[in-house]
């Protein structure tokens, strides 16, 4: 037998290929990968530490930095975290406020995946679309919030004040709006016959693989694996609203693709009831924060997740008492999807379908490197 | 060779980039439109080129990487001088198509040759995928010319432009043939989803990775001249090489330079559109599409033309 002759390819931190600052070094036998090995790193900005030097307070607005197509589900998560270790009640119009913004949140990020699946494909019209159609959203954030990405607004105790008058009805409107570009999405993309052709039975994973390498979020569920945490370990709305989980067979590129999409729809359908139960409600009870000033956490320790839009992302927050956390430790989904299950798929695929893989798994660099 | 000649040539040679680069603006225009950008003016190209010919400096690897570009181009150039163009032919003898084809090829192996010298992997890949990508849509394309040249009886494109002049236009007389042409020429112009050899996200732009400055002036040269060979070829074979007016006039000459620089722009335009809602083939995916239904359908129009001929 011949000795093969393998090359080094370098996919990024400057590479068109790469989900940001990341990269992969990838070992190719002709077309084919046969080593893979994921070089995190380039984004660390020591997330934790820096948590243990701040109060209660200022968490918020320096974990939303953690993932920055979805900042919302990080302020949640350490939300959700304190408020549990620290016993606070969120009225109701807050809880759905906030749900609100964490499934606007969810269709933001789901349209940037959608244009970076497709541009790692060379379809870049979905990706122009999408970030054209995610502007909406972030006018509606604006709104809100006063901020466009980062919006440092759910702290622990409640979102910061109530949504301004009219706003439901604008943000209806916007669900009909995305309701029908997504039927333009659906012809341009997920109908589209070389996308199927190269999606389908493009790197599977199996229900199996996916607990034991601990996937979650759309990519276990593209499995067949039905987790959730909105449903396995409820919080903000989500006890209260009406929604299933929604999982596909195959656990190939087509299936997370779809999941994403029937994901979107859903969570479409999720801020339709969300403001029609808003209307409803009293207004201008959205909050309780003890005075910043003399705010203290009983000690003790306690974890919180949200369903983010790549997975289980959840915040483990240790008190001693004092005006800030002792320890906080942040679980995300992308340092099990981009580093173990990546090296490990991405081994056997074509060199077209590294890049594909590695948006298809949805991977969030920053939160990686934390 | 007369002093007329000579100024014709280098007067195409000037033109015929100039109005690929045109095109090749218009198309960034068009596709910002279909992606719902306002995009860049559709002198960008222009700008562009300009721009990187003012470079100062140039990273070389080996004078074969030095050479690639200048090959591809001046290959291009050759190629150009044995087309039609509405009506202006530089130079033509019995059998120049087939030349055309080696002659097209030349260029894709000047730029295969200096990327390969660049010793950059991406490099290497995109010209594998580009010598695949052409491998594939060669055999349908041979097998169209082929029924092509039997149709009309001749090896000489000037008279395959004079006999549909006289005839109907081919893509009337061989609609199949244009069909398959058409999807050829598809992956002639390196539109998705045929342009695996610079997918960006894959191969990282390709050959042209290792490649600035005025090597990369010389590649965007090439690639609108290109565009304008290959649309050419489609004119003069299936579109009466946009022969429509009587060339005897002065009015009638400049009429059907028009008309031909209109249908090379609908069948780029065409490619265009496809180009803009298309993700790409895998390299394996487009080998095996261009070897299945294009070829077979070529064969059906081969065996059509025999058919129709012998009678």
């Known amino acids: 037998m011949s000795q093969t002759k393998t090359i080094d390819l370098f996919f990024g931190p400057q590479h068109p290929g790469i989900t940001g600052n990341f990269s992969v070094r990838v070992t190719v ?33 320096l974990i939303c930095r953690i993932c920055v197509p979805d900042p919302d589900h990080s ?21 759905y406020i906030r749900s609100l913004m964490l499934e606007m949140s969810r269709l933001s990020a789901y349209l940037f995946y959608f244009g970076g699946y497709a541009g790692s494909i060379g379809l870049y019209t979905v990706g122009q679309w999408g970030v054209g159609d995610r502007d909406y959203i972030l006018d509606l954030f604006e709104e809100l919030t006063g901020a466009r990405v980062y919006h440092i607004f759910n702290f622990p105790g409640g979102p910061r004040w109530d949504t301004p008058p009219g706003f439901e009805d604008k943000v209806d409107k916007l669900m009909d709006f995305l309701e ?33 390498m601990e996937v979650t979020g759309p990519n276990a569920r593209a499995t067949g694996w039905a987790i959730d945490v909105r449903k396995d370990d409820p919080y903000a709305a989500y006890p209260d609203l009406d929604f299933d989980i929604i999982t596909q067979k195959e656990g190939d590129n087509y299936a997370r693709v779809i999941q994403r999409r029937m994901e979107f729809e859903q969570s479409i359908d999720l801020i339709r009831q969300i403001t029609r139960k808003l209307r409803k409600m009293p207004r201008g009870n959205v909050r309780v924060t003890p005075n910043p000033l003399h705010w203290k956490i009983p000690p003790g ?41 990546y090296e490990e798929m991405v081994v056997g695929q074509r060199v077209a379908d590294v890049a594909a893989l590695m948006f298809s798994l949805d991977v969030c660099p920053p939160d990686i490197d934390r | ?67 690639g570009p200048i090959f591809a181009v001046v290959g291009m150039l050759t190629t150009m001088l044995f087309i039609p163009m509405g009506g202006f032919q530089l130079l033509s003898f019995d059998g120049d198509l087939i030349v055309i084809m080696y002659l097209m090829v030349i260029s894709g192996l000047g730029i295969a040759l200096g990327a390969g010298a660049s010793g950059n992997p991406n490099s290497g890949i995109g010209v594998m995928r580009a010598l695949v990508l052409m491998m594939s849509y060669e055999l349908p394309f041979v097998l169209i010319l082929l029924s092509v040249m039997l149709y009309y009886n001749t090896t000489s494109l000037a008279e395959i432009v004079s006999k549909q002049a006289d005839m109907a236009w081919a893509v009337l007389a061989l609609p199949l043939s244009a069909i398959v042409a058409d999807i050829c020429l598809q992956g002639q112009f390196g539109e998705k989803p045929f342009d695996q050899p610079i997918a960006p996200a894959e191969v990282a732009t390709g050959p042209m990775v290792e490649y600035g400055g005025k090597y990369l002036g010389m590649l965007m040269l090439w690639h609108a001249i290109a565009i304008i060979v290959e649309g050419s ?79």
């Open chain 1, 180 to 212: 029908k570009r997504l039927k333009e999405f659906d012809k341009l993309y997920f109908n589209n016959r070389v996308f199927i052709k190269r999606a389908r039975g493009t790197a599977p994973m199996t229900k199996a693989y996916a607990q034991k």
């Open chain 1, 75 to 95: 302020e949640t998560g350490y939300a959700t975290a304190v408020e549990r270790l620290a016993g606070i009640e969120v009225p109701e119009r807050g809880r």
């Open chain 1, 301 to 341: 320790e306690a974890y919180g997740a949200v369903e983010s839009s790549k997975g289980e992302l959840g915040y483990y927050v240790v008190s001693d008492g004092g005006i800030g956390p002792y320890r906080m430790q942040a679980r995300g989904p992308s340092i099990s999807h981009g580093v173990q299950v």
């Open chain 1, 29 to 61: 036998d002709g077309d084919t990968v046969v080593k893979a090995q994921v070089i995190p790193g380039f984004l660390h900005r020591g997330f934790e530490k820096l948590m243990e030097m701040r109060h209660w307070i200022q968490g918020p607005a």
């Open chain 2, 233 to 311: 070829l489609f004119v003069n074979l299936f579109l009466g090489g946009g022969i429509v007016f009587d060339p005897s006039t002065y009015v009638g000459m400049a009429l059907n330079f028009l008309v031909w620089i209109g249908l090379v722009f609908l069948m780029f335009f065409i490619a265009l559109l496809i180009n803009a809602v298309m993700p790409r083939y895998r390299i394996d995916q487009a080998f095996a599409f261009y070897w299945k239904w294009p070829t077979i359908l070529a064969i059906i129009a081969l065996i059509y033309v025999m058919v129709v001929s012998s009678w």
């Open chain 2, 1 to 67: 060779m007369s002093i007329t000649d000579i100024v014709a040539i280098i007067g195409m040679a000037v033109f015929v980039p100039l109005l690929g680069l045109l095109f090749m603006g218009i198309a960034r225009k068009i596709t910002a439109r279909i992606q719902n950008r306002i995009g860049p003016p559709f002198y960008q190209q222009y700008i562009d080129v300009m721009k990187l010919f003012s470079k100062r400096s140039n990273i070389s690897h080996s004078w074969v990487f030095d050479i």
